[in-house]
């Protein structure tokens, strides 16, 4: 069935470093993959958007990359900072209905 | 425009009682959603809808019933709660359809513990 797998599940960088969470998905007609960022005790917000006609997506700090042929899609943060600490949740849509599906998680925390 | 409002916050049930939870969006959206978030296994979606009166299974169904009488209200009901049910449950909704690249909306989640 339709599943997104998220590596690694926690990932601790000193803060000025780069990170690099990674995510394979397994339904082939996916063309959408939202990142999002979630805070302690808050709700999870969209951060970076690929859809799969496109490679690569740059947002300041922020980068995604998607290699349909593998299937593997990432995020990348450079210069990372104090408030870079949260969970990071992959997704990708689906071929089936109007739903996406959502990778486990990443809790990053960025080391002082 | 308040976005999507998810009552109550927080709840604490005990086995075998029935509740429901809110969701109200303000925003037109045809399709909104719940899922239920537990450590280690990110947001696994619930029910699901695309639009007023169309409702749909998601991944863990089991336990739990939505309606969809109107385009702002998808409320999420436990039928007789369970331990295995105690879980952070989120409201999302979209414009269009999850996998149309519209942003997905999250309410502020529902923090549920049944004992």
């Known amino acids: 069935g339709e599943n997104v797998e998220q590596h690694p599940s926690t990932l601790s960088v000193q803060e000025g470093d780069s990170a690099v969470i990674k995510c394979t998905y397994s339904?082939?007609?996916?063309?959408?993959f939202p990142w999002y960022k979630q805070e302690l005790g808050k709700r999870p917000q969209l951060i970076i958007d690929i859809r799969s006609n496109v490679g690569e997506k740059k947002d300041q700090r922020i980068a995604v990359t998607l290699n349909k042929t593998a299937k593997h899609f990432s995020l990348h943060i450079t210069e990372t900072q104090p408030e870079d600490s949260a969970v990071y949740f992959c997704?990708?849509?689906?071929?089936?209905?109007?739903?996406?599906?959502f990778g486990s998680g990443t809790r990053l925390s960025i080391r002082p | 425009n308040a976005g999507v409002t998810q009552t109550p916050k927080f709840q604490v049930l005990k086995t075998g009682q029935s509740m429901t939870l809110q969701c109200a969006q303000d925003?037109?959206?045809?399709?909104m959603s719940w899922y239920r978030q537990d450590p280690g296994m990110g947001l696994r979606l619930i029910h699901y809808?695309?639009?007023?009166?169309?409702?749909d299974q998601g991944e863990v169904p089991n336990g739990y019933n939505v309606s969809r009488s109107t385009t702002e209200d998808f409320p999420l009901r436990l039928l007789s709660a369970a331990p295995s049910q105690t879980s952070v449950y989120f409201c999302a909704s979209s414009l269009q359809g999850m996998n149309s690249g519209n942003t997905i909306y999250f309410g502020e989640g529902s923090w549920l513990t049944v004992v």
């Open positions: 339904d082939s007609a996916s063309n959408y």
């Open positions: 925003m037109n959206h045809e399709y």
């Open positions: 809808s695309v639009g007023a009166g169309i409702t």
């Open positions: 997704a990708a849509s689906t071929s089936s209905a109007s739903k996406i599906i």
